[in-house]
């Protein structure tokens, strides 16, 4: 096995067709925030494990340009990367020449309140006795240190630009082409291969949805005032608007709306859009100063109500999208991997077939069920703020109103936004 270093699609080419199919127990399709954690997880362990991902994120050294794409992760996602001893590597970047960068802003206050009126909740990390409430961190650094981890594992080879072309489900293994002539086979195929997944197309696991006809808005800015270690958001009519503060002193922005007022955004030019997002914003931080690079991501809710299927299960946003306005579908997605990896591991140790049918089913009756209630938790907040029925408003303000003034209420909910609560995976528990 290659182990160490990514074997190059070109490389691989070479070898390619004359030889037999490479044999392994679990091949992941997809080297994302999520796939590579369950690459990590299953890294040291009893199964022989591929990770194919076609674009491979490098090491990222200081000073590289912030991404546009974040994430809040929840202490319960900090706890999985602290043992699976990726973290270090995503909070401090190291360079050749010595330098180190924080990359990672924990924050510890979060602000929401209601564009159209008085309701206001304020979480603070020290009132539920944790360091701090999540950590805000780019999704390219998360990947490029998972990633890099994977390295220090003999069991698990990474097929970095490889793209599975083919697959064919039998009833004892699954056999993979990849788009370089490369055949695999495994016993167990997992997709982490995001939201429009091929994994689950070729295993017929169906999804159920709809679009939300919104877009969210992407991009860092720098604000008069500090961000205060901060995630603030505000509901607006057309959708909530988040800032979330980064290592460097600005913020990340999440603006979600409809897609023509996000269409308009995106025109807009730099001081143009300042302009809008600091009045949207009630200025609540002053001024926008800065404005950096724009983008847009169509916004869904989609759930696959079978996440298994024979010789195949489904991870992340391959199972489950989530509104972004409460920062938990990487969340959600971290906790499905960390829970397959343990029940793949007793599996292994107990010499059964990790691909077996059963086996699976123990995987998806445990997440399945705390994702749903995530996935219905967000849709139903997002369509409360969403709705500019004057019931509905009272409703939001109220209620806003009444759990920042009940601290047991308060608290709970805090507690399930960090991951601390439910049937946690023994790796989202204390190291
Ligand atoms: C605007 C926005 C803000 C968000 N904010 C947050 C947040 O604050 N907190 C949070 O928890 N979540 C957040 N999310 C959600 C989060 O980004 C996703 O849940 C997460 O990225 C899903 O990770 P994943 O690894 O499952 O899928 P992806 O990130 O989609 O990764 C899939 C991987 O599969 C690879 N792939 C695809 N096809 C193939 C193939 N055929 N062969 C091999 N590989 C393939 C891709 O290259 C990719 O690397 C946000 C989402 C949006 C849109």
């Given at each position: 096995m290659t182990g160490h270093r990514p074997t190059p699609a070109t490389d691989a080419a070479e070898r390619a067709?004359?030889?037999r199919p490479a044999e392994y127990d679990v091949v992941i399709v997809g080297g994302g925030m999520v796939g590579a954690a369950l690459a990590c997880a299953l890294g040291d362990g009893a199964l022989r494990v591929a990770l194919i991902e076609p674009d491979w994120v490098a090491p990222l050294a200081p000073g590289a340009a912030v991404e546009a794409r974040v994430s809040a992760l929840t202490c319960a996602s900090q706890r999985i990367f602290e043992n699976l001893g990726a973290w270090a590597a995503m909070h401090t970047l190291h360079g050749a020449d010595g330098r180190a960068e924080t990359r990672v802003c924990a924050y510890t206050g979060m602000e929401v309140w209601d564009a159209s009126g008085p309701g206001r909740i304020r979480f603070d990390a020290a009132a539920v006795g944790e360091p701090a409430l999540g950590w805000i961190v780019e999704n390219r650094v998360v990947q490029a240190a998972l990633l890099a981890r994977l390295g220090a594992f003999d069991n698990v080879d990474t097929l970095a630009g490889a793209r599975v072309e083919r697959c064919e489900l039998h009833a004892d293994a699954v056999a993979l082409a990849l788009a370089d002539g490369r055949e695999l086979r495994a016993r167990l195929l997992v997709g982490a291969d995001g939201a429009a997944s091929r994994v689950r197309q070729w295993a017929r696991l169906d999804t159920a949805g709809w679009g939300y006809d919104q877009r969210a808005v992407v991009c860092a800015v720098r604000t008069a005032q500090p961000h205060g270690h901060t995630a603030w958001q505000r509901f607006l009519p057309g959708g909530p608007l988040a800032f979330l503060p980064l290592f460097d002193g600005r913020c990340s922005i999440v603006w979600s709306t409809t897609p023509a007022a996000a269409e308009h955004l995106l025109g807009l030019d730099a001081a143009q859009f300042a302009d809008e997002l600091g009045s949207a914003f009630g200025r609540r931080l002053g001024a926008i100063e800065e404005v950096g690079a724009r983008a847009a991501f169509p916004l869904r809710l989609q759930h696959t109500p079978h996440y298994v299927g024979a010789r195949v299960a489904l991870i992340g946003d391959a199972a489950h999208v989530v509104h972004p306005l409460a920062g938990q579908g990487a969340n959600l997605g971290l906790l499905d991997a960390a829970a397959l990896a343990e029940v793949l591991l007793a599996a292994a140790a107990a010499g059964?077939?990790?691909?077996a049918f059963a086996v699976l089913r123990r995987y998806e009756r445990w997440r399945k069920g705390d994702n749903l209630l995530m996935l219905a938790a967000m849709d139903g907040l997002k369509r409360l703020f969403g709705s500019p029925l004057a019931p509905l408003r009272l409703v939001r303000n109220v209620g806003l109103g009444l759990v920042d003034a009940c601290t047991p209420a308060k608290t709970a909910l805090a507690r399930r936004a960090m991951g601390l609560?439910?049937?946690?995976?023994r790796l989202a528990r204390t190291a």
């Open positions: 067709a004359s030889s059964h077939d990790p691909g609560a439910g049937d946690l995976p």
